[in-house]
């Protein structure tokens, strides 16, 4: 699988890692040509509400885009801590000469620039499938923003906006394989069709254990960490999208079946950002700023919405900390497979550790050199590719990444 390595480790070096200078040149790629958008539409004065919209799409984009950057190549943690460590470099024209790393704290607050600008901008703007980035998609990707810049007020602003502005899927959706993006709690993402699908190399290859690609046909498995597995109780329907400790029809233990491509073509569309989230940002905002009643209640809406029949049967903690460690285990939960885990594990300065008594990962496969890796750990942040230290004269080897 193209990811083992990943799994690993062990692909985050400048020279020989093959994700570090993807990333880095994709992102920095797709934002000259945002800066070339926003350039041209300079002028709000003289824009038409197309145009508008249009800008807003590429301001929101650019600043997705950042957002990605300065969380692989920095690590996350509270915010006083990383605030002044070294960013990413930031350009807001097509063409530039190449930027030093300037900080974390500027990242941010070009990141919090941007989607408020965009949010203003996406007005009325309400295409018929979400496809296309809408303002309710923005505000919930700058809830996201200032929750990992530790501005908890304005995370809680937007994300109860969203909370307000969405619908939750039906209980019985959630078994249905993520793949359609008429899904009503879908915000942003991909229609796959004949002409876009991707194949072998599409998400659906490498992730849906049922699918003839890398995964179904290779036996390369996809696992949720029975840790985690044992979290969900037996009436929550997210329980579902994983098989037991059996394996089910494939016999892999705690194989995942929550992203299934029905259609056996590869057509599978795919999720970007659903509604769901908003309601664990609103409720870890509310559990630091707010009270824990406030967090609770949030928390019993987005879970009764995934209980099997009649309401929920956890018990939420009492104690802050303890109740920002359930808010982080449901969030891992919910949003298992969307690109959420490294980021969060970094954000809340969590250690990753494989190797337990009864772990299902791998042997072989196991953290790196089968050890744990604490939030300040190296392997869990990339480092610069070598060819920007090359060709930015801004960027030095003392600028690079441990």
């Not at 704290?105 to 901008?121: F, G, H, N, S």
């Amino acid at each position: 699988s193209w990811f083992v390595t990943l799994y690993q480790y062990n692909d985050r070096v400048a020279t020989g890692g093959y994700a570090p200078g993807r990333v880095w040149k994709y992102s920095y790629a797709q934002i000259r040509d945002l800066n070339s958008i926003i350039t041209a539409l300079a002028d709000e004065n003289a824009l038409t509400d197309a145009q508008k919209n249009l800008k807003g799409e590429a301001l929101v984009l650019r600043a997705f885009h950042y957002f990605t950057l300065v969380n692989f190549y920095q690590t996350g943690g509270e915010w006083n801590k990383i605030k002044d460590l070294p960013g990413v470099p930031i350009y807001t024209e097509a063409v530039q000469e190449g930027n030093g790393r300037g900080t974390v704290k500027d990242v941010y607050a070009q990141i919090a620039e941007d989607y408020e600008t965009a949010i203003p901008l996406l007005e009325g703007f309400n295409p018929s499938s979400p496809t296309r980035v809408t303002q309710v998609a923005a505000k919930l990707l700058t809830a996201r923003a200032y929750l990992y810049s530790g501005d908890y007020e304005n995370a809680l602003k937007y994300s109860t906006q969203v909370v307000n502005e969405t619908t939750l899927m039906p209980t019985t959706d959630y078994t249905k394989g993520f793949a359609d993006i008429s899904n009503t709690e879908w915000l942003w993402g991909v229609d796959i069709t004949t002409e876009t699908s991707t194949i072998y190399a599409s998400f659906f290859s490498v992730i849906d254990n049922y699918s003839p690609g890398y995964a179904g046909l290779l036996g390369q498995y996809k696992s949720i960490d029975r840790r985690l597995y044992d979290h969900i109780n037996g009436n929550d329907i997210r329980k579902a999208v994983f098989e037991d400790k059996e394996g089910g029809e494939l016999k892999v233990p705690y194989a995942q079946k929550k992203f299934r491509d029905q259609s056996g073509n590869f057509l599978g569309d795919y999720v970007y950002l659903r509604a769901a989230e908003a309601y664990y940002i609103k409720a870890e905002a509310e559990a630091r700023i707010k009270t824990p009643a406030e967090a609770k209640a949030t928390l019993d809406i987005i879970t009764n919405a995934r209980t099997i029949e009649g309401t929920h049967s956890y018990a939420w903690a009492s104690g802050k900390e303890e109740l920002l460690d359930q808010i982080f285990v449901h969030k891992r939960i919910e949003l298992w497979g969307e690109g959420h885990g490294l980021f969060e594990f970094n954000r809340l300065e969590k250690t990753i550790n494989r190797n337990y008594e009864g772990s299902n990962h791998p042997v072989g496969n196991i953290n790196s050199g089968d050890r744990a890796l604490p939030w300040h750990d190296v392997l869990r942040t990339f480092q610069i590719p070598i060819e920007e230290l090359e060709g930015n004269s801004n960027i030095t080897d003392t600028d690079q990444n441990p």
